[in-house]
């Protein structure tokens, strides 16, 4: 009780419009539609189809089966050891464990970048560019003015991270 008098007596009326809210649904004495199995106007579907015991487990072994002639793809590393599609969640990594925000993304078909912001409030870049398969080159500047003890090790951190996700298994 206490707790609504001290709602009614904060100003402004979202306090007001909330308490009344919650009263309204606490006091709702309709039960949910999953406690009975009668039928509503408006339903698809009868409620009383319900699957027990083996056909239960049959509906859920036909799910999961595959359709007749599906070929799943293997699960391989990447071919060229670092998947082009890994480089948003690599920076995103990278930069997490370098506490380094990203702003934004921009990509391309063989260009990607990334507008980031340090922790004290600098707005850097980060480019990746394309050059063949497996090749690509990475430009770093976490900050206004490049800082070679900060842009290398997250250059770096991001090649390492690139090879690790190009390691997990994936269908090709």
């Not at 709602?7 to 309709?30: D, E, I, K, N, Q």
């Not at 799943?72 to 506490?99: E, G, Y």
Request: proline share 7%.
């Amino acid at each position: 009780m206490t707790i609504c008098v001290a709602f009614f007596l904060r100003p402004g009326t979202f306090y007001r419009v909330a308490l009344l809210g919650a009263c309204l649904l606490t006091s709702c004495s309709m039960p949910d539609a999953a406690s009975d199995n009668k039928a509503v106007p408006g339903d698809t579907f009868p409620p009383d189809v319900v699957l027990k015991g083996s056909n239960a487990n049959a509906a859920i072994a036909g799910m999961r089966q595959p359709t007749v002639g599906y070929q799943a793809r293997p699960l391989v590393p990447a071919a060229d050891h670092v998947r082009w599609t890994d480089v948003p969640m690599a920076l995103r990594n990278v930069a997490s464990k370098q506490f380094i925000g990203i702003q934004s993304f921009e990509s391309g078909a063989d260009r990607f970048v990334a507008v980031t912001l340090a922790a004290d409030g600098q707005a850097g870049a980060v480019t990746i560019e394309r050059i063949s398969s497996g090749d690509f080159t990475v430009v770093v500047q976490l900050g206004v003015f490049p800082d070679a003890s900060k842009d290398e090790p997250f250059a770096k951190a991001f090649e390492a991270e690139m090879l690790r996700l190009g390691a997990i298994l994936r269908p090709q």
